[in-house]
């Protein structure tokens, strides 16, 4: 027993002074400390060729230019395309982490058929030639009765994807084809009234050297944000001015070398005032406006009228005094912004607030637009220009059958391009309206657009889609449109798809950029184009008629002809050299001069022309104003932030699930409201909870709330965080345009 | 039933009495034990720590630990370097509460770390550069040198005696203890002065950094010196409470009181340097890098500069006057209270010096950072405690931890 | 072999804070190139790993006399005293080290172990731990860049001057036959996607490079210059009261001395 | 007296005994560690097909004809299908190995899962330009002969770490008699010292950590 | 910690450090064989075996 005890411990002693001569324990403490310092769990990126794609980022309609970094087939970056003439390598926080849009959760994997309730989340996997016959059927059931009844929402305007829907549409005859209108209508509407000419705006703000902004989201994502932060960074270098009138200290307030805080909505108003004090003390350009302008002094109308000219108009109605009582602003600070307008070389005065989503108030732009004629910067350098819009797309009509003619007579179920609004192509904005007043939607087709959360209206919107029987959504991403779909036929993401993408906003020169596949479909999509060709050609007929072409890639190749070489190797098409046409050739109509006035708009025929703008509640029962506060940072358009730059949030904007609302102290002192604590805002739209976030860069009186939040679909990462502005503010037509020019809401703001 | 290892002629509680404290505690010490598995399998996002309070409750309870369980080295310094013989009677006790400190201040460590399995490396990869260096190697080495210390009282139990191998071995550790002690005493001035320095010298947090004498800054000396202050004050405490709970007196008040005696000198002359170097610090070091003293104790929420007074005067003044009367040793409540209040003084001075750092604002554009534990921070915290109260059990029980305690309860002969 | 040492730089950045409009871009840029985990809530800034953040910085005038200024911060890559920055010289496992050749604070994933000494003694805040292991979701893995090792939970983490660039335009060079690199082939992801064209980089030490001229504007400033942890990182702006934020000041040390610095 | 005689054979025997059972624990021991425990901590793991380096290397001018750098400066490492194909479009020779290879990925276009020898971890930045552009370096020194090599050798990986082998290298004990017999850390440090090469950190004076680290 | 680590240059705060670690560590080390191996010798020559019961 002894010996025994002995004896083991003996061999333990043995086998351990053994053990320590063997490489064994420390080898083994070796590989052990290697394995505590790479967990098989941790992924090891696999390395291989670094390879560079450039592309078009379609995420906005910025057009701006990208390089992909590839290893191997994998995309790692997204990188801003060097010396592209719209980002010149810089690129903005979305495109940047375009790359988890791709790779990302919230890809519609392939198509999809609802089967449980609507919005429910189940869904049934079904093979394209399916998704495709079940579309093409249904459209034909409908084609049977009423094609109008089929309704089209997408985004862009020029193309060959818009206009492969238009001539969808066309052919199976529905004239309900509503392109989501932007700033950008309302521009092109300004240079049609004022100017006589279709065409698109472009800035030349590299060159301008001061700049007044009636609340454009300069450094808050205006056209290709890239674009509009290098001018601004252009302007600090070479000394040119940025002024802003906004009431909110927004970041271009913040940047800007003079923050002017208004009384909202009275932005139109504060222009005439400047103008007022411009042509009070004679400091237009009298050059410009004596030789190429109409409508400034009073004239006699052909029907033998008297009109009272723009001068007398503002000379009277807009004095200082007045002006200041009106916009809060003082009237030496107006008198100083007029002298600085015009004392400045190559001034420009910007319409179109925050990222331009809202088309906003005609009289608006009019007005300020007055003021860039009153210093002649038309078509000048650092001026606004006027562009031809795209026309390298020269299909032709598509031949119409009977049934396509009827549907296409019938009356547009949003009323634009009637009488009434006659310059006005598309209005979403009533679309919700017109359907809950019975419009007949059998069939709404959505590419490109997310209306279920962009559309204002909050129930109403709900409401209208609920109505609609059938929704089918083109979208790659599961949107809020596509959750509530009963058809998902996922189209490519941007970064595996071929499009043209022309004429991004605001630029002065014409280029067209060239999205292209960076990588392969990572999921079973399909690009839209070819969906729509073989839809058209599943249904037959005069629709498939209308679709010769094989497929997207060659419909594309055969419309760009010539240009696509040069596309295909450089990702863009540019007129570098363009100039805008000189003063006498500048403006269209008879009078061929720019036009203050003229008899269908001028004092006298619209009542409450340049007045102050319309708000929508009633201020005793809603005593504070609700604005949006638009962000780099928060991608409010149809596809929502990646999980990257909602890790750029602050924290005072959103926390956890919830989302702050800037109030100024004083109005929070007013209210009873502390900082960081819940609220309840209400507005005639709807109600939200929501909490305080006290800032002194907001006008007392208001209430500010961010875009782009309270997204219900998507992906974990941004589902359900916040509040949807859309939801708490309803839309206001504009009385010339018909477009939505709500840039607020009278709201309530009580302690939770 | 368990007489047999119970020590000869003393009285111990009924074996159910005192299994029943043990599962009482026990049940603490499984909470602590379950929080620090999650923290282990899940990771430190069980903490409320974060990127700005990446130091926060456990190594205030490390720093606080490791100060009170000072009293072991510092008696051992004066009982076997010093030769203050009367402290053999206390220096058992003093160990073993070192022990439990220390072995706690390890633990909470490990647990503290957000890998780990590799936390090795600080010894492998040692940057000597580095104050946690210092700590770790003198705190493990200390610790070490405790166990050594605290085995000889383990080979005292009446069975474990009777081997005639761990007789000899308690024996001859008991012997060459003195050499045990001085190298104890050597690690402890370097790793509580090392953990003093672990904020003094972040030159980036103006709250926390102290100018130096040699390579280390004045915290180094004011923690060595504090914890040998307060480390005995603690002992005594203790002794008080076991006192208290066991309902006999274990330790004679000549020894108390001289302990007392030496550790309120230590309390008075430290807390002395404690207002020097803080006014030293308000006038030049912080001046220098744009801050005034009260920049550190404004805007702040909860308790402004009442942290301070109750450092410096309540937790430090007070109990150092009281101690370095012989009124204020011999009042019971006053020795009581003074150990009371300084021990108080240290934790806040530790609290101050780790999570006081990490909130003031030192950027001009941030503001107060402010943290409150999750309750497996706390409960790991608290299981260093429950793990204490059933190491003193099982010791007291089991082993001669106080020489004079049969002299003091002598048992009738029935 | 031979001996292939370049010579001694001083990487750094001069951010025009007039051109930073806040807009983000450098955030997200510098987490899709170095692989910057993301989870689903990150509305705590405080557990939210983003290298190089945008601080808001605000005058604290009431309105309508307020201002705010945008401040992007990544790692200070602090030179302190001869290398010894702040964090370098806490790290007990020797995980964050100073090179001479580049000037640039390195962290090493694989050797820390997580005790976050170094988040403590920096008082910029550029270092972050992971709380979480990192998850990206099924497919996204895809565009983790081989370029940058991925962390795993517990270690901390920062800004590294995107360090491997320089790697690969070393290697380019090596390839080449030229031992030097130009200031474009090394240029940090967030400098290379600043829309704003507000941040320059380069090598501080080579009158060649635009950062050389910036950093010498006169009213360029370094954020808390005034602890010694001299960084590498510098600020221009036109507003007093920015730079004035950029450190701590007694109340009655009046004016402001602008220091320019190199 | 015999009481005395009796511990004392009790002890000798016991002795004997104990060094016995010393030798016994010993020995097992060193068997364990020495033999069993590198059979143990290697799973050998065989290429998709065997390959001839010398073959190859007579046809073509070295080893950068195949392992060659891209114009980035970026090393390619081990070929692509799209190299070899140009010659094994068909199938060359009567190997088995040949034929696997053209059947099952050539005919299908499909990339070879060759097994890295030399793979270093993820954390690990090597710049083979540096090395063999700059530093002058032949393919052998860390390499070895694979070159001249008829077949490949098994791969053998660490089942702990999932590392080759040939990063600790074939001599369990880590002894090395060759400049390629072994990749690690501190063999990089050591010619990098020796070479001078970025010494330049400031904790160490020695290399800088993001030197190989990334 | 070692001289073959990474890690260790023999410049004066290594030695420092360094000196003062090995020397404790010595010193714990050196103590704790000297008891064991006392005590290993004196329990052989039958030290410590009866003494006890009434020692205490």
Redesign the interface.
């Known amino acids: 027993m002894k010996i025994g005890r002995r004896c083991f411990l003996s061999f333990l002693i043995g086998g351990a002074a053994g053990t320590a001569l063997t490489p064994l324990p420390w080898k083994l403490t070796d590989d052990l400390s290697i394995w505590t310092q790479t967990w098989p769990w941790t992924p090891v990126p696999p390395d291989g060729e670094i390879n560079y794609v450039n592309s078009t980022c379609m995420l906005c309609s910025g057009g701006c230019g990208i390089t992909v970094r590839k290893i191997d087939d994998r995309a790692v970056k997204i990188e801003g395309m060097k010396d592209h003439p719209v980002n010149n390598g810089g690129l903005c926080i979305m495109g940047l982490s375009g790359l988890q849009l791709l790779y990302g959760p919230r890809r519609v994997k392939e198509p999809m058929k609802r089967v449980g309730e609507r919005g429910e989340g189940r869904w049934e996997k079904i093979s394209w030639d399916a998704a495709i016959a079940e579309l093409a059927q249904k459209l034909n059931t409908v084609r049977g009765s009423s094609p109008e009844s089929v309704a089209c929402i997408t985004d862009e305007s020029f193309g060959t994807v818009p206009h492969l829907f238009k001539r969808f549409m066309a052919a199976y005859g529905s004239p309900n084809l509503m392109i989501t209108p932007t700033i950008q209508d309302s521009y092109e509407q300004t240079l049609k009234l004022m100017q006589g000419v279709d065409g698109i705006p472009g800035f030349d703000l590299e060159n301008s050297k001061f700049v007044l902004s009636f609340g454009c989201g300069i450094l808050e994502g205006w056209g290709s944000s890239s674009r509009m932060f290098q001018a601004h960074s252009r302007w600090t270098e070479t000394g040119g001015k940025l002024v802003q009138v906004e009431p909110r200290l927004s970041v271009t307030a913040a940047k800007a070398d003079k923050w002017v805080s208004l009384n909202p909505g009275t932005e139109a108003v504060l222009a005439l005032g400047i103008a007022q004090v411009i042509i009070k003390d004679g400091l237009y350009n009298k050059d410009f406006v004596e030789k190429h302008c109409a409508g400034f002094e009073d004239w006699e109308g052909e029907d033998g009228k008297k009109y009272q000219g723009f001068k007398n108009f503002v000379l009277e109605a807009f004095t200082p005094d007045t002006v200041a009582r009106l916009t809060g602003v003082s009237a030496n600070m107006i008198q100083d912004l007029a002298t600085n307008f015009v004392g400045a070389e190559k001034p420009i005065a910007l319409a179109g607030r925050g990222k331009g989503y809202t088309p906003g108030s005609l009289h608006e732009f009019m007005a300020v637009h007055a003021l860039n004629a009153l210093v002649g910067n038309i078509n000048q350098e650092g001026g606004v220009w006027t562009l031809d819009r795209p026309d390298y797309i020269g299909w032709g009509e598509p031949a119409q059958d009977p049934v396509a003619q009827k549907g296409n007579g019938t009356p547009r179920i949003d009323g634009a391009g009637t009488e009434r609004y006659a310059n006005t192509r598309s209005m979403v904005n009533t679309f919700a309206e017109a359907v809950n007043n019975g419009a007949a939607v059998e069939v709404l087709l959505v590419s490109g657009e997310n209306p279920c959360y962009t559309l204002r209206g909050g129930e109403a919107v709900k409401k209208a889609f609920e109505k609609i029987p059938y929704i089918v959504s083109f979208s790659p991403y599961m949107d809020e449109t596509a959750a509530g779909a009963d058809l998902i036929l996922p189209n490519h993401t941007y970064l595996e798809r071929y499009q043209d993408v022309p004429a991004p906003f605001g630029l002065p020169i014409p280029i067209i950029g060239m999205t292209r596949p960076v990588v392969k479909p990572q999921c079973d999509s399909k690009h839209v184009g070819d969906t729509l060709i073989l839809t058209a050609k599943k249904m037959g007929g005069s629709v498939r008629d209308a679709f010769g072409w094989e497929n997207y890639e060659a419909c594309l190749k055969e419309t760009l002809g010539d240009l696509w070489g040069t596309l295909e190797s450089d990702g863009f098409l540019v007129n570098a050299d363009y100039t805008p046409p000189a003063w006498d050739m500048a403006f269209g109509d008879e009078s061929k001069k720019f036009q203050f006035f003229n008899e269908s708009y001028a004092h006298g025929n619209n009542k409450d022309i340049f007045s102050q703008l319309r708000i929508e509640g009633d201020p005793g029962a809603f005593p504070l104003i609700l604005v949006p506060a638009e962000s780099m940072r928060i991608a409010s358009g149809p596809v929502a932030d990646t999980p990257f730059v909602m890790k750029t949030i602050p924290d005072n904007v959103l926390k956890d699930k919830e989302i702050f609302v800037e109030v100024n102290p004083a109005t929070a002192a007013a209210y009873g409201l502390r900082d960081g604590k819940s609220a309840a805002l209400s507005t005639p739209a709807g109600r939200a909870r929501v909490r305080v976030n006290l800032c002194e860069g907001i006008r007392p009186g208001m209430v500010a709330m961010a875009t782009g939040l309270g997204r219900s679909a998507n992906s974990r990462y941004i589902a359900n965080k916040g509040v949807n502005f859309n939801d708490l503010i309803r839309p206001v037509p504009d009385p010339i345009s018909g477009l939505d020019s709500a840039w607020g809401i009278r709201a309530k703001l009580e302690r939770a | 039933m368990d007489s047999a290892l119970i020590p000869k002629g003393v009285k111990r509680a009924p074996l159910w009495q005192f299994t029943l404290f043990i599962g009482i505690v026990g049940i603490v010490l499984l909470w602590g034990v379950y929080a620090m598995v999650l923290c282990w399998l899940k990771g430190l996002n069980q903490t409320n720590m974060n990127d700005a309070y990446g130091f926060a409750l456990w190594i205030w309870a490390d720093l606080a630990v490791i100060a009170l369980g000072g009293g072991a080295f510092f008696s051992g310094f004066l009982k076997y370097i010093i030769g203050k013989d009367e402290l053999k009677n206390i220096i058992n006790y003093a160990v073993l509460i070192g022990f439990i400190c220390y072995s706690s201040a390890l633990l909470i460590l490990a647990i503290d770390i957000g890998q780990p399995l590799r936390g090795w490396f600080i010894f492998w990869h040692a940057n000597v550069h580095s104050m946690l260096t210092e700590v770790a190697f003198c705190l493990s080495c200390y610790f070490a040198v405790l166990t050594i210390e605290y085995i000889p009282l383990i080979l005292e139990n009446r069975q474990i005696d009777k081997v005639p191998f761990f007789h000899n071995l308690g024996h001859n550790m008991h012997h060459v203890m003195a050499v045990f002690a001085a190298t104890g005493a050597f690690l402890s001035f370097f790793h509580q002065g090392s953990l003093g320095g672990v904020t003094g010298v972040l030159f980036g947090r103006p709250f926390g950094f102290r100018e130096g004498v040699l390579i280390w800054p004045t915290t180094f000396f004011l923690f060595t010196w504090s914890a040998a202050a307060v480390g005995p004050c603690f002992t005594l405490l203790v002794t008080k409470i076991t006192e208290k709970v066991t309902g006999k007196k274990l330790v004679k008040d000549n020894v108390v009181e001289l302990l007392a005696k030496i550790s309120g000198w230590m309390l008075a002359t430290y807390i002395i340097a404690k207002i020097i170097d803080t006014w030293y610090w308000a006038a030049v070091t912080a001046p220098e890098s744009g801050f005034s003293m009260m920049d550190f104790y404004t805007n702040n929420p909860v308790y402004g500069i009442w942290i301070l007074v109750l450092e410096i005067v309540i937790g430090g003044v007070v109990p150092a006057l009281i101690l370095i009367t012989d009124a204020g040793r011999k009042n019971k409540t006053a020795l009581i209270t003074a150990t009371v209040l300084a021990v108080i003084g240290i934790c806040v001075n530790r609290w101050v010096m780790v999570l006081q750092v990490l909130a003031v604002p030192v950027l001009p554009f941030e503001s107060w950072f402010m943290y409150f534990p999750s309750w497996q921070e706390i409960a790991t915290t608290i299981l260093p405690v429950a793990y204490g109260i059933i190491l003193i059990g099982l010791s007291h029980r089991y082993l001669p931890i106080f020489p004079q305690e049969r002299e003091l309860n002598p048992i009738e002969e029935s | ?5 370049t010579q001694t730089k001083k990487y750094g950045m001069v951010i ?1 804070l ?2 930073c ?5 450098c ?3 510098c ?3 170095n ?2 985990p ?1 989870k ?9 790993i ?1 290298w190089l953040r ?5 005058n ?5 006399e ?6 992007p911060r990544p790692c200070m890559h602090c030179e ?1 005293h ?3 920055s ?1 964090c ?15 000037g ?1 604070v ?1 962290q ?10 170094c ?7 550029v ?8 998850v ?21 983490e920062k800004c ?1 001057f995107c ?2 660039r320089y ?2 335009a ?8 030229r ?1 030097e690199i130009e200031e474009e082939e090394y240029q940090t ?1 967030c400098c ?7 941040i320059t980089f380069g090598d501080l030490y080579n009158p060649k490079h635009k950062v050389f001229e910036l950093k010498q504007t006169p009213g360029a400033f370094r ?2 210059e ?4 001299n960084p590498k990182v510098f600020y221009l702006t036109s507003r007093d009261w920015v730079r ?8 009655n ?1 009046g004016q402001v001395i602008a220091k320019g610095g190199h | 007296m015999s009481a005395i005689e009796e511990k004392k054979a009790k002890t000798d025997s016991g002795a004997g005994f104990i060094l016995l059972f010393f030798i016994l624990g010993l020995v097992s021991s060193l068997l364990t560690g020495w033999v069993a425990f590198p059979k143990l901590l290697y799973s050998q793991k065989s290429q998709p097909f065997d390959f001839n380096h010398a073959i190859h290397l007579d046809m073509v001018d070295g080893c950068e004809s195949c392992h060659f750098f891209r114009e980035d400066g970026t090393y390619a490492g081990v070929p692509k299908l799209a190299q070899c194909i140009d010659c094994h479009e068909e199938v060359q020779g009567g190997t088995e190995d040949e034929a696997i290879f053209v059947e099952e990925y050539v005919a299908n276009y499909r990339e070879v899962p060759w097994l890295i020898y030399s793979e270093q971890p993820d954390c690990v930045f090597f710049s083979h330009a540096a090395h063999v552009k700059s530093g002058g370096m032949d393919c052998v020194t860390c390499h070895g002969n694979i070159g001249t090599s008829t077949s490949l050798k098994p791969y053998e990986e660490n089942r702990i770490t999932g590392y080759s082998r040939d990063i600790w290298g074939k001599n369990i004990a880590g002894i090395k008699k060759n400049t390629w017999d072994r990749m690690k850390m501190d063999d990089c440090a050591a010619c990098h010292r020796e070479n001078g090469v970025k010494q330049n950190s400031v904790q160490t004076h020695k290399g800088a950590c993001f030197v190989c680290h990334k | 910690m070692f001289p073959f680590s990474f890690e260790w240059i023999w410049d004066m705060s290594h030695m420092v450090f360094h000196g003062g670690l090995w020397y404790a560590l010595t010193i714990i080390g050196l103590g704790m064989t000297f008891c064991i191996i006392k005590s290993v010798v004196d329990t052989m020559q039958g030290k410590g075996a009866h003494h006890d019961e009434e020692h205490h």
């Open positions: 072999m031979k001996s292939t040492n025009d007039d051109k409009t806040g807009c983000g871009a955030m997200v840029a987490m899709a190139e692989n910057v993301f689903e809530n990150e509305s705590n800034k405080q557990d939210s983003t945008v601080y808001k910085m605000d604290g005038k009431p309105y309508p307020n201002d705010i200024c945008y401040l302190g001869a290398g010894h702040p370098v010289s806490v790290c007990p496992a020797t995980a964050t080290d100073y090179s001479t050749e580049t640039i390195s090493i994933y694989t050797r820390c172990f997580g005790c976050r000494y988040m403590a003694a920096c008082p910029y805040h270092r972050y731990f992971n709380w979480w292991d990192p990206w979701p099924e497919g996204m893995e895809k565009m983790l860049s081989p370029n940058v090792s991925v962390r795993t939970r517990g270690v901390v590294s360090f491997h790697q690969l070393m290697e380019k060079a090596h390839y080449e036959g031992e992801a290379q996607a600043c829309p704003a064209d507000a954020l808390l005034r602890l010694g942890t004035k934020q950029g450190d701590n000041y007694l109340k040390e």
